[in-house]
T-cell receptor, first 111, second 112 residues
Framework: GESVGLHLPTLSVQEGDNSIINCAYS??????FIWYKQESGKGPQFIID?????DKRQGQRVTVLLNKTVKHLSLQIAATQPGDSAVYFC??????????FGAGTTVTVRA | DSGVTQTPKHLITATGQRVTLRCSPR?????VYWYQQSLDQGLQFLIQ???????AKGNILERFSAQQFPDLHSELNLSSLELGDSALYFC???????????FGPGTRLTVL
């Protein structure tokens, strides 16, 4: 079946620096992509989403980029803070609304 | 706090048993989703209900079933439990479909 994968399982970043988390997806028919953040002991929390008719979307300190040509999704976090330490998942929806999640990237922010 | 509640928070049971996990969606949300998160499989979509009707199905085992009640709360029933069913089970809700999904805190199931 279709799957979404992340390039790196872990990412260590200095506080104040920008973070970039990458994700590759396999199904070119996917039309909706979401980034989730999961802190220890909690459920996934929505960060930002993007539909396939867009290539960039910005939120508060976060930007999602979608490159449909190479089926690549990225999440950029500006001025990374200690509270950004978590596992980040990208997810895609197939036409039947099922979310497929990647394996996750663990982000650790160094003080 | 997402507004989605799940009970119980923890559940420990034995192989062969049956358990029921409960989810209350955010007020006004019509869609409920169930996910399983395990170390080896990651987050896996199980099933979605919309306004009481099954809407989409993922990799849900035949031993598992779910329903959404008229008050929109949902229950996930897991039967003939196996060790491999030990996982975190999350419920999420959204206003309709293809909306942002809000996840509950999860139920941690341990099968001994």
């Amino acid at each position: 079946g279709e799957s979404v994968g992340l390039h790196l399982p872990t990412l260590s970043v200095q506080e104040g620096d920008n973070s970039i988390i990458n994700c590759a997806y396999s199904n070119s028919a996917s039309d909706y992509f979401i980034w989730y953040k999961q802190e220890s002991g909690k459920g996934p929390q929505f960060i930002i989403d993007i539909r396939s008719n867009m290539d960039k979307r910005q939120g508060q300190r976060v930007t999602v980029l979608l490159n449909k040509t190479v089926k690549h999704l990225s999440l950029q976090i500006a001025a990374t803070q200690p509270g950004d330490s978590a596992v980040y998942f990208c997810a895609e929806t197939l036409n039947d609304y099922k979310l497929s999640f990647g394996a996750g990237t663990t982000v650790t922010v160094r003080a | 706090d997402s507004g989605v509640t799940q009970t119980p928070k923890h559940l420990i049971t034995a192989t062969g048993q049956r358990v029921t996990l409960r989810c209350s969606p955010r007020s006004g949300d019509l869609s409920v989703y169930w996910y399983q998160q395990s170390l080896d499989q990651g987050l896996q979509f199980l099933i979605q209900y919309y306004n009481g009707e099954e809407r989409a199905k993922g990799n849900i085992l035949e031993r598992f079933s779910a329903q959404q009640f008229p008050d929109l709360h949902s229950e996930l029933n897991l039967s003939s439990l196996e060790l491999g069913d030990s996982a975190l089970y999350f419920c999420a809700s959204s206003p309709t479909t293809l909306d942002e999904q809000f996840f509950g805190p999860g139920t941690r199931l341990t099968v001994l």
